[in-house]
């Protein structure tokens, strides 16, 4: 990929997003990723992209494979790499009439539209690509912007279920970042499958691999894993370690964060998953809270097998 996308963003807001800790992140990344020695990228929980789309401007890579759990947001990637401009005509359509109401109707507008978007998933073949896909990408796009603190969050029928965010006047997407993202996608293999599905196919040894799966819970409240109906549990958190090890004997370059669980000094759990790899840190805060003065100062872990 030699192309430039020096102002490409990530499309939607996601929880877990990497893009204020990026800066942080690279520079425990692979010197091979930025000096063209690493040809391909792989990415099983991509959620927003924050890391991909920061990535790209910065190497030249010849294949690079994104994946996530989460058929809806696989659905809208899908959308922006085959239907970009028909999208943006869509999300106007929605964005005009919204601009049109009062606050009041602003709210019910909202519901509504939440209501429709979660009734016509049952007429949704998310296997079988088809013109359904494209108003229900924008309706996914326009809930992300207007929805409670820009949250993604399924209960265990599949519906969405986020409240209204009181976000009057939404800016839902720029159609010149979405135009570039179609471009680069056109380049991309975009799956919609279960992590381990994507790595056992990883077998060259001059690719880098990015997992940032939904992290182990540190505390009951902080217990927030459902992006998607099936919730990642301890056991997918055992299967992604073992997965972590496989890789690393293929000598393929790995990176993976998750939760810092240390407690009075003592070696958290996802720590032992991971004995023998490089273990470090990098300062973030929780941005679950849509109050500033309650996003905590926290720590969370860099695993890397270089």
């Known amino acids: 990929m030699n192309l430039d996308f020096e102002k490409i963003n990530p499309v939607v807001k996601w929880a877990g997003g990497k893009t204020r800790v990026y800066s942080q992140l690279k520079l425990k990344m692979p010197d091979e990723l930025f000096n063209g020695k690493i040809k391909n990228y792989y990415e099983p929980f991509f959620g927003g992209g924050a890391v991909f789309f920061n990535i790209i401007k910065h190497t030249k890579l010849e294949k690079c494979v994104i994946s996530d759990i989460n058929e809806e947001l696989i659905l809208l990637y899908k959308v922006i790499k085959n239907d970009a401009r028909k999208l943006i005509s869509f999300v106007e359509k929605y964005l005009l009439i919204y601009n049109q109401l009062s606050e009041l109707d ?57 409240p209204f965010g009181k976000n009057y006047h939404p800016t839902i997407l720029t159609n010149n970042n979405i135009l570039t993202v179609s471009e680069l996608f056109n380049n991309v293999e975009i799956e919609c499958k279960d992590f381990q599905d994507i790595c056992s196919n990883i077998d060259n040894n001059n690719s880098f691999v990015y997992l940032d799966p939904p992290y182990k819970p540190i505390s009951k409240s902080a217990n927030f894993t459902s992006y998607h109906k099936s919730n990642f549990t301890d056991k997918d958190q055992i299967r992604l370690s073992e997965t972590f090890r496989i890789l690393d004997e293929k000598n393929i370059k790995l990176m993976l964060n998750n939760s810092c669980e240390k407690i009075n000094d003592n070696t958290g759990v996802i720590e032992k998953y991971y004995e023998g790899f490089n273990i470090s840190y990098i300062n973030t805060s929780s941005t679950m809270s849509s109050i500033m003065d309650r996003r905590k100062k926290i720590n969370e872990l860099v695993i890397t097998n270089y």
Request: hydrophobic share 30%; with cysteine.
């Open 106 to 162: 602003k709210e019910k507008y909202y519901y509504n539209l939440r209501t429709t978007y979660n009734i016509e998933r049952f007429n949704i073949d998310h296997g079988d690509y088809s013109y359904l896909f494209i108003p229900r990408a924008a309706q996914m796009l326009f809930l992300n912007k207007t929805c409670y603190n820009g949250l993604y969050r399924q209960n265990l029928r599949g519906e969405f279920n986020v």
